[in-house]
């Protein structure tokens, strides 16, 4: 593995953190974006990340491993001074671009992280296909949508496979790499080595699957979670209580869906619901199937007020 220019393709909050973090650990990024005037978002974004950085490694202690960010230094060879010079060098590394062509200018590596719709990202994936050199791999940080059904819009399916980041990478420094039948085993291996150089862990997919590893667990608790306010059961600060108080958890679901945004909750519903059986034949009988379309309604309600999530200052809690 031989990368050295990154572009991720999305300023968004998992964007722009794969974005800060690969700048941090040394790589040259560019941010894709679509608009001129979203330049400024993704410059506070990258601002706020800078300073929720330094208040990290300042609270860094190897004898205290709960303060600790894997995703900044390893224990062994953690150096205070050092970090803080990388934060600051970081910002240096980033240049934000509208222009597709020259984005994509000797690029290795193409980390799309746009809106978890599979037509938005196809229609991507086809408008960047001209301008990508032949070196360029491209993955994609989907939460849900497999890569076999993306990659023909690539025009390269054996350099394309997926990698997922968890909200925070920082902290919670996971890579979920996952390929398909068409992806080439050199360019797996090499997004398993980029993983490392960026202080992730690499988690491998065996199979393709969607949802991935941490995402099959997650989703359906988040799912969960909402059909019990979509059927009247209960409202989501009990069911945050209910949950943190009941397994020792730091964030509740709703708590959970605030960080990742309710835009990305709204497309995840929506994927869920073109999917027939939710349920096997023994869990029907067991429980009534998703609530889709009561969860469509809370959700579009709080995003028709602005209300998005923890970005926004307001989701289900206000910040």
């Not at 993704?42 to 330094?54: A, D, G, H, I, R």
């Not at 240096?92 to 799309?112: G, M, W």
């Not at 054996?158 to 996952?178: G, P, Q, R, T």
């Not at 990305?264 to 029907?284: C, G, H, M, S």
Request: charged residues 25%.
């Amino acid at each position: 593995m031989n990368y050295k220019k990154i572009v991720v393709a999305g300023g968004g909050i998992l964007g722009s953190q794969i974005a800060f973090q690969s700048a941090y650990c040394g790589f040259y990024v560019t941010i894709l974006i679509r608009k001129e005037d979203s330049s400024e978002e993704v410059k506070n974004k990258l601002e706020k990340l800078s300073n929720t950085y330094k208040e990290t490694i300042e609270l860094m202690n190897p004898k205290g491993e709960n303060n600790w960010a894997r995703g900044i230094s390893n224990i062994d060879s953690f150096d205070k001074k050092e970090c803080l010079d990388k934060v600051d060098k970081a910002i240096d590394n980033i240049t934000i671009e509208t222009e597709q062509e020259k984005a994509l200018e000797n690029a290795d590596l193409v980390i799309e992280s746009i809106t978890e719709n599979f037509d938005i990202k196809a229609s991507f994936y086809k408008q960047i296909a001209e301008y990508l050199p032949e070196k360029t791999v491209v993955v994609t940080n989907s939460s849900t949508l497999l890569p076999s059904k993306l990659a023909k819009y690539t025009g390269r399916p054996n350099k394309y496979l997926a990698m997922h980041f968890a909200n925070s990478i920082w902290k919670n420094n996971i890579a979920e790499i996952m390929g398909h039948d068409d992806t080439d085993e050199q360019y797996f291996n090499e997004i398993i080595e980029f993983a490392k150089a960026i202080n992730m862990i690499p988690l491998a997919a065996k199979e393709e699957k969607s949802g991935y590893i941490l995402n099959s667990m997650l989703v359906p608790f988040l799912l969960s979670a909402m059909d019990l306010v979509a059927n009247g059961i209960s409202d989501p600060e009990t069911i945050d209580k209910a949950w943190t108080l009941g397994t020792g958890a730091p964030k509740g679901p709703f708590q959970i869906i605030d960080t990742v945004g309710l835009e990305t909750a709204k497309n995840i519903v929506l994927e869920y619901q073109k999917v027939p059986n939710v349920f096997d034949p023994l869990l029907k009988k067991m429980m009534l199937p998703y609530n889709f379309d009561g969860m469509l309604d809370i959700l579009n309600k709080y995003i028709s007020e602005g209300k998005v999530g923890k970005s926004s200052g307001e989701g289900f809690y206000k910040y």
